[in-house]
């Protein structure tokens, strides 16, 4: 099964003169909105979270419209913002974070650079989210 | 192990001429773009690069694809490898980042799924992928004539302005909702099946108030169109919001058939709107 390879390029209407398309220079949000979410997906021997995938193309929904000029306006504030981050996400990180926090705390306190008492705990206190423990 | 790993474009029925259009082309990282053909004599292609090992192992791929400029700068090279090949066969495009230990391992996925990709090439043969989208801008809509609202009240002037603004609007959605039946007539009347995409919605550049001019975007689709077709397609995608104030059709390609690479009911395909 060859393609009529001469018919082909011969009739496309917009290869010459493109006067719908915008040829290579493809608004980006289009191009992402396609290799991201579109296109065959095939098992690669590289295995890439289909999760954060998901994640990334939800992020770009939001901006996938102005990507280019908000980048030109040097707006950027998604690549720094948690809660658009993987990273940030689920339980377990937060878990992990708040871990890590009070160990940090926990340092510093044996190295006298934060107050030991009523301080300390309110730190930790405000980092824990959603639980209200009063003291 | 290598430190180089082998990243998959696109599968591609291997017509004569191919190797050779394949050759000049720089891929991801522009490194050469070569063909994985192959063992049988189904003439079955699988159009590779070699990537940095470093750049996408599991974890170095995550980051990656979290920093913009480095998504954008492999989404276009990915793309602009694709859409050079679109012009000389059809095209299977993979998804983005698909990659292979070596170019062995990438020709033992090709034979293993050669079945599928064959139908899918077959049923994609002669025909592209057009982007269609709607806008509705109710700031386009001319204004209304003038009322004199000196001899009201100030809240009665604001309430009756807010009320011919909702008018206004009402009447844009029901005007883009009219092209949007347009385009659906051209498709039926042309192509030969329609994928939905989900609206571009961009809130940062609004916030910034620089996209007042693209309005709000309210119907974006593809659809497949077979070559000879494409003009009469187009033409009445085109004409699709004539007459009608503060709609704007916006066609776009042709494209590689990206929307269309997933048989219909397999899951990441979302071919729910084929046409009868």
Redesign the interface.
Known sequence: ???P?AN??G?????AAPP???G?S????????????????????????LL??EL?TIKL???????D???E?G??W??HDPAL??RARGDRSLAEENRRLRAEIDALRQGDALPTGEEAPRITGGRRRGSARDE | MSDL?TY?YA?V?A???LQEAAAPLRGVADAPVGLVTEAGDDQLGLVVSHVQAQD???DA??QH????EW??AV??A???VI?ALA????V??????????DDQ?ARV?LEA?RTVFAE?L?RL??Q?E??VKIYAEPSEVPAAPAVPAADLPPGRAYLRNRRQQQSVRDTVYQAAQQAAERVETAGRKHASDR?R??V???????A?G??AR?GE?VVND?YLVP??R??DF?ADV?HAADGLDGVRVE?????AP??F??PPGES?GTAEGALP
């Open positions: 099964m060859t393609e390879l082909r390029l009739s496309y209407p917009s290869r719908y398309g915008q290579s493809a608004n980006l949000a289009d191009i992402l909105e396609r290799v991201l979410d579109k296109g065959i997906v095939i098992a690669g021997d590289i295995q890439i979270n954060d995938i990334l929904r939001l901006l996938v419209a102005s990507v000029k908000a980048k306006m707006i950027d998604w690549e981050s993987s | 790993l998959a599968v029925r017509v004569e001429g996408f192992r599991e791929l995550k694809l979290e920093d913009l998504l954008e989404a276009r990915h793309h602009g859409e012009e000389r066969t059809t299977l495009p993979l998804r983005l980042a698909t990659v292979y230990l391992r996925v799924g899918r077959a043969s002669g592209v057009w982007g994928v995409h989900r571009q919605q961009g809130f940062v550049a609004e910034a620089s996209a693209a975007n593809a070559l000879n494409c003009d187009l085109t066609a776009t390609g042709p494209w990206y929307s690479a997933t990441g």
